[in-house]
């Protein structure tokens, strides 16, 4: 099988997945499930995953990846700073809740206690960061004056934001 059907059929599975885990929460789903709505067997989708967390860390790294990408490139076509974190806002923060508030089992797939996927959550953390203080590094001076880092502003924010 080529690399590329390979990724394609990964990209169907994370798809299904994510379609399944909105409807039926984490806990509830299973890899026959999943199997199932990818269209394909149990035992095809286990050549390509090893288990339900390890889609369920893809369906999010994904998810990730894509949101960093579309604030980069929705704060490329800003000026002002308050407009770019504002952008960055309603696609991380705001975009999501509102998905998930209107699903079913939202809450339980925001339960951050999965420790499978602790630390892909604080990497992707640790992303968002990043994309804010290269928002704010224009304020360096400002913040220096104030005992801050564009780093250490970013991880504030980024922690206000979940409510730390």
């Known amino acids: 099988m080529s690399a590329t059907m390979n990724d ?3 990209q169907d599975v994370l798809d299904a997945a994510q379609a399944q885990f909105l409807r039926y929460g984490f806990k509830r789903v299973t890899m026959g499930d999943i199997a199932t ?6 035992p095809a989708l286990y050549l390509l995953f090893p288990n339900k967390e390890a889609i369920f860390n893809g369906v ?4 990730v990846d894509t949101s960093l990408i579309e604030i980069e490139a929705g704060i490329a076509g800003l000026d002002a700073v308050g407009e770019q974190l504002t952008f960055a806002v309603e696609i991380w923060t705001v975009r999501p809740y509102e998905l998930l508030h209107h699903t079913p089992e939202g809450r339980e797939l925001t339960d ?7 630390t892909l959550v604080q990497e992707s953390y640790r992303r968002f960061d990043a994309v804010i203080e290269s928002i704010l590094s224009t304020y360096t001076t400002t913040l220096k004056s104030q005992g801050l880092t564009p780093a250490a502003a970013a991880e504030i924010f980024s922690m206000t934001l979940r409510g730390i």
């Open 8 to 10: 394609d059929k990964q």
């Open 37 to 42: 709505a990818a269209a394909m067997s149990r």
């Open 60 to 63: 999010y790294a994904r998810f």
């Open 112 to 118: 951050c206690s999965y420790s499978f996927a602790e």
